[in-house]
């Protein structure tokens, strides 16, 4: 196996990361109005720009959600060309989640997804011949394409083989072969520390008579010739430019100042982002691939070496999709998805997860799993673990407290959309109540007394605490809170620390864990701003409606006007499920309850339809495990109880077993309810579930 796997997959994903806040704030932008505005980009600009620094964007979302379908699949290196394009529409939401929704012929991946909604399979779903040459050759293959390279270290040619399926679910052509030529750079990267050596091989692993592999040969010569990344850059805008590659955001030019950037900056993480991002373009995506392999080729000891960047992001990262999961997540946690994944190809034993499997474990230098400064005096830094504590690294939380300013770090547990970015955050909480925490702590140092309490925030205004630890210098303590916060979404979890007197101290948070019994009971009506603005829960809904005229009490009415509506919450920490409330159906093809649910294309269903109760299960296409004869009444409420235990669904209405399956296909995800063409309504509804120990 690859010496230092996981920490080079680590690596990889935060030079990734790091480009793309580097670049967002001004994608699109010209190199010439780079320049006016900042001279050179040299740190991150976002604040000048009134923009979030993290943020919701398709090159991250896009490249570790469709690496996913090597595991979801269980055939890894072995998986056929039909699913990659099936991933789609398990976890791609339509104008929603992942893609730049830019409409058919305008935006590449929508014309893919419309031909893969339509039945027309990978990789005829991308190719040339269905949408055209303009189309199917534009930027979008190689920006999802790293984590393929991630998953297949030292194998160039594995990597090529997965990156071309990868593509061609959606382009063609040229597009694929840049893709290929990403992917081989980031598996090879993983042993070659050399970048123009790095350069030279993989770009044999494409055909050298292609333009890509042109590009290639012209730009690396342009700049050992000019010796000024400005003079090749004019060199590369005049042969290779946007005025002579159409559409919105063509391969060509990109890719071509992406080997600009990577050419002059050889083994220099920084110099290489530099570059590649004030040279303009398509700079997020650009940033991003540049970022994944320059990191590789830098090491992780040295992405910081000139500039910050590791610190203002905290390793937050957003991968909202139709599945909650990773909707909040940390590049840390995700780089464990990722090289899970990379392991099993590699035919290389598992490691045994950090501490046990905990949630938050820091095992990784400058890993602080989002953990951020929340409120007062308070910072959150990775260090070595102390003595006596399991691992080799921790959390620690430096704070000065005081009777009116407590200290406060805390992580995200919900994504909330800043209403500023072309991308949607759907997201489903990594915390619900009911469930436990654990964690282990060391206080090691303390100027006068202080107590330590976790939280949660239920609200913008109202958190709710644990009961709180006395801190004592030189000692541990292990703390166990079970959330009692109620049905509203929360949104972080922190640590505080107060005191009566001003005090200054220091813990090391050893690791931090969720799990237990989850527990939502709802009111009548569910919060919302809309049909797509439910918070807690992901919903590709057409409209929501409170009682209808005839109803004598409230119900939450749920629609879609055409193909399936979902209304989902949880993730795949939850193992068995029940869903009870009171159901009615007001009209509608069928509805029902989605239990164990993974995605669009990867679940369990509990369905009325006009004539009978089905329990199926969706696993790339809808099959029937059991079906009854049974046609509820329009209009009227029933008691309804949906549940999965082990293998066994089950289903009861007003309290009689009505159905029940048994199938073994999905052991864990989210639950809630489904509804294709018409309204259906819900009240008093309870989720409860059980989750990994």
Not at 325 to 349: E, N, Y
Not at 384 to 399: H, I, M, N, V, Y
Not at 541 to 556: A, I, Y
Not at 646 to 658: E, K
Request: charged fraction near 20%; aromatic fraction near 10%; include cysteine.
């Amino acid at each position: 196996m690859i010496a230092n796997y996981e920490k080079q997959v680590y690596t990889a994903m935060l030079g990734k990361v790091i480009g793309v806040y580097l670049g967002r704030p001004f994608e699109g932008w010209s190199k010439q109005a780079i320049e006016a505005r900042w001279g050179e980009i040299g740190r991150y600009v976002h604040t000048d720009q009134n923009v979030p620094l993290v943020v919701v964007d398709d090159d991250i979302t896009g490249t570790f959600t469709f690496i996913k379908i090597l595991s979801d699949s269980g055939l890894y290196e072995e998986t056929p060309d039909r699913l990659y394009g099936e991933n789609w529409l398990n976890y791609l939401l339509e104008g929603q989640t992942v893609l730049w929704w830019g409409g058919v012929s305008n935006s590449t991946e929508h014309t893919a997804f419309c031909n893969l909604k339509r039945g027309i399979e990978s990789p005829e779903s991308g190719s040339m011949r269905r949408n055209g040459r303009e189309v199917a050759e534009q930027i979008g293959a190689q920006i999802f394409i790293d984590a393929f390279g991630m998953v297949a270290p030292g194998r160039p040619e594995l990597a090529v083989r997965l990156a071309e399926k990868a593509a061609r679910v959606s382009h063609d052509g040229e597009a694929v072969l840049a893709a290929k030529v990403v992917a081989a750079m980031v598996s090879l990267a993983f042993e070659i520390k050399d970048m123009n050596r790095l350069l030279d091989e993989a770009v044999t692993w494409i055909p050298a008579d292609s333009l890509i592999a042109q590009v290639h040969r012209d730009v690396r010569a342009w700049a050992a010739e000019d010796g000024d990344w400005r003079r090749t850059y004019a060199r590369i805008d005049e042969r290779y430019g946007y005025r002579i590659y159409g559409g919105n955001c063509h391969v060509i030019p990109n890719h071509a100042i992406m080997v600009m950037a990577w050419a002059y900056a050889g083994n220099d993480f920084f110099k290489a982002l530099q570059i590649i991002c004030t040279a303009g373009w398509d700079t997020d995506c650009n940033a991003a691939n540049v970022g994944c392999v320059s990191a590789l080729v830098a090491g992780l000891e040295h992405l910081c070496d000139t500039y910050d960047f590791r610190t203002p992001f905290a390793d937050r990262l957003l991968l909202p999709t139709a599945d909650g999961t990773d909707s909040v997540t940390d590049v840390l946690r995700h780089s464990q998805v990722v090289a899970a994944i990379g392991r099993r190809i590699m035919k290389a034993d598992p490691l045994p997860a950090p501490k046990g499997g905990a949630l938050h474990h820091f095992e990784m230098p400058g890993a602080v799993h989002g953990y951020q400064r929340s409120a007062g005096r308070a910072q959150a830094v990775n260090v070595a673990a102390p003595a006596g504590a399991a691992g080799t690294r921790g959390l620690s939380f430096s704070f000065g407290a005081d009777r009116a300013a407590p200290a406060r770090i805390a992580t995200p547990l919900l994504a909330v959309s800043s209403g500023r970015t072309a991308y949607t955050s759907v997201s489903t909480p990594l915390l619900y109540n009911g469930m436990t925490v654990q964690a282990r702590i060391h206080c090691q140092s303390l100027t006068a007394p202080a107590t330590l309490r976790l939280f949660v925030r239920a609200t913008e205004d109202v958190l709710v605490y644990s009961q709180p630890v006395e801190l004592r210098t030189g000692a541990s303590a292990d703390i166990t809170w079970v959330v009692e916060a109620g049905f509203v979404p929360l949104q972080e979890f922190g640590l505080e620390a107060a005191a009566e007197q001003p005090s200054e101290g220091e813990v090391v948070v050893e690791y931090i864990d969720f799990g237990g019994a989850v527990k939502l009971e709802y009111p009548v009506m569910m919060p919302s701003q809309g049909p797509r603005a439910i918070p807690g829960w992901i919903s590709n809904l057409d409209f929501v409606h409170g009682r209808f005229t005839n109803d004598s009490e409230e119900w939450f009415y749920i629609g879609r006007n055409d193909y399936m509506g979902l209304m989902v919450t949880g993730n795949r920490s939850w193992n068995d499920c029940s869903i009870r409330c009171g159901f009615k159906i007001h009209a509608a093809e069928r509805t029902g309850v989605l239990l164990r649910y993974q995605g669009v294309r990867r679940h369990y269903g509990v369905w009325f339809t006009k004539e009978t109760l089905q329990i199926t299960r969706n696993h790339y296409g809808e099959e029937v495990l059991a079906e009854v004869p049974l046609a509820l009444e329009e209009n009227r409420g029933y008691k309804l109880e949906a549940r999965v235990e082990g293998a066994r669904i089950s289903v009861a209405v007003d309290g009689r077993q009505v159905l029940t399956a048994r199938d073994a296909t999905f052991a864990v995800g989210g639950a809630g309810f489904a509804v294709e063409r018409g309204v259906s309504g819900f009240r008093e509804l309870v989720v409860e579930a059980t989750t990994r120990e």
